[in-house]
């Protein structure tokens, strides 16, 4: 007799609950306590809603920790992202080339043709990133193309 009164409360909570684990897994918990609400009160009901309540807590310290997780994780991402866009804003001067390396018909600056050499060289960048690399591979620095040789115009 009890259980044909709960169970529809229990099925009510269920249909709450939705597809979601963990909230599932909550009214799983809120319905066996309305089971029991009307059972055996006392003590065991103490010590069985006690436990209930330290699951509940337990699954809301968990989640806690995931948000912290990912709020330190996006602050890192974010680090990377503004360490990278310096980067690139920085090399692609280094080369003439626009920030989309013309790779963005849409890109305002360029519209899609900012590839290495379109614009001029960003004296102070390529000393700092391409420079040192073409001393130690002098070689690199008198390529060919089209048939025409390109040496160093720039004061060594
Ligand atoms: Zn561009």
Redesign the pocket.
């Known amino acids: 007799m009890n259980n044909n009164v709960q169970d529809p409360i229990a099925a009510m909570i269920n249909q709450m609950a939705g597809k979601n684990p963990k909230a599932q897994m909550i009214a799983q918990l809120m319905a066996q306590q309305a089971r029991q609400g009307t059972g055996d009160p006392g003590s065991i009901q103490n010590d069985k809603t006690k436990g209930q309540t330290k699951k509940l807590l337990n699954i809301n310290l968990e989640l806690k920790k995931k948000i912290q997780k990912l709020i330190k994780e996006k602050k890192q991402i974010l680090n990377y992202l503004d360490f990278f866009i310096d980067v690139n804003a920085a090399f692609s001067g280094a080369v003439g080339a626009?920030?989309?390396?013309?790779?963005?018909p849409d890109?305002?600056?360029?519209?899609?043709?900012?590839e290495p050499g379109y614009f001029e060289l960003d004296q102070e960048q390529f000393d700092y990133y391409i420079k040192p690399s073409l001393k130690k591979h002098p070689s690199l620095y008198h390529l060919e193309t089209d048939g025409e040789k390109v040496t160093d115009t720039t004061s060594a």
């Open positions: 626009c920030e989309c390396w013309g790779g963005d890109c305002e600056k360029c519209n899609g043709k900012g």
